[in-house]
């Protein structure tokens, strides 16, 4: 069986699924080339990055089965690997959740994925607004419109999703985030974390957070528990 290159393993975490306990699994290649990639070593396709056979992963998996709620698979973009659904499956048999974290750019793989029940939750990551400011922090030139297809398909609620932004000091960011939350506006959930070595206090980011949260059902800061239950929103107008 062919699957996407797994590059990495967490056997048990507590914090990659907010409210459960998850194994955490990281594929390589990605369809972005962010400056500020978190994680570059999981961005390359080349087969030379190496590879965990994927036996010892499952074998891994299926010994804390009983322990861990379900698998989260994230990269690099795991939706770019047409092989992805043969991965989900495996996991999906030994009875567990499912959380993909993706940037958007495969509405059609997300909407497939769904729809056939490999996926339980989805986390999105949103850098920017959808403008030229996302092709210049992606390093490539980004089809919008799918970004903007994944994020439609995701309000429609035929899943549990979130939306993520990495937030960085400066006041032109702020902006950013409120921007992305208008776009979003009505999400179940929109969570905020400091960018790497150069993002706020959580101070800021919880002021900040209570600001976007008024276009949004819950925003909080990344390992913090939401400020404020679920409220009902009006939503109307154009998201863009």
């Known amino acids: 069986m062919k699957t996407p290159p797994i590059r990495g393993l967490i056997e048990v975490s507590l914090t990659h699924w907010a409210g459960r306990i998850a194994s955490v699994v990281f594929v390589g ?3 972005l080339r962010c400056g500020d990639c978190p994680a570059p070593h999981l961005v390359g396709w080349g087969e030379g990055k190496g590879s965990i056979p994927l036996d010892s992963v499952l074998d891994t998996i299926y010994r ?8 989260v698979v994230k990269g690099g973009e795991p939706l770019a ?3 992805l659904p043969d991965l989900l499956e495996l996991f ?3 009875g567990l959740l499912v959380r993909v974290e993706t940037n958007g750019t495969r509405p059609e793989a997300l909407r497939n994925l769904v729809r056939r029940d490999l996926i339980d939750h989805v986390a999105m990551e949103i850098r920017s607004p959808l403008g030229e400011k996302y092709h210049a922090l992606a390093g490539i030139e980004v089809d919008l419109e799918a970004v903007f297809s994944s994020i439609e398909f995701l309000l429609s609620g035929e899943v549990e999703y979130e939306f993520r ?3 960085v000091d400066d006041e032109r960011s702020e902006e950013d985030v409120l921007s992305i939350a208008r776009t979003i506006r009505g999400a179940d959930r929109y969570v905020l974390r400091s960018a790497r070595g150069r993002g706020p206090s959580r101070s800021r980011l919880r002021k900040l957070a209570a600001r976007a949260g008024r276009h949004v059902r819950i925003c909080h800061v990344d390992g913090r528990p939401p400020d404020r239950k ?3 929103v009006v939503i109307g107008g154009d998201r863009r």
Request: with cysteine; proline share 9%.
């Open 81 to 83: 690997h047409p092989e």
């Open 165 to 167: 932004t990495a937030v």
């Open 64 to 71: 804390r089965r009983r322990w861990v709620d379900g698998v």
């Open 29 to 31: 290649g990605c369809t």
């Open 230 to 232: 679920p409220v009902k």
């Open 92 to 94: 999906k048999d030994f």
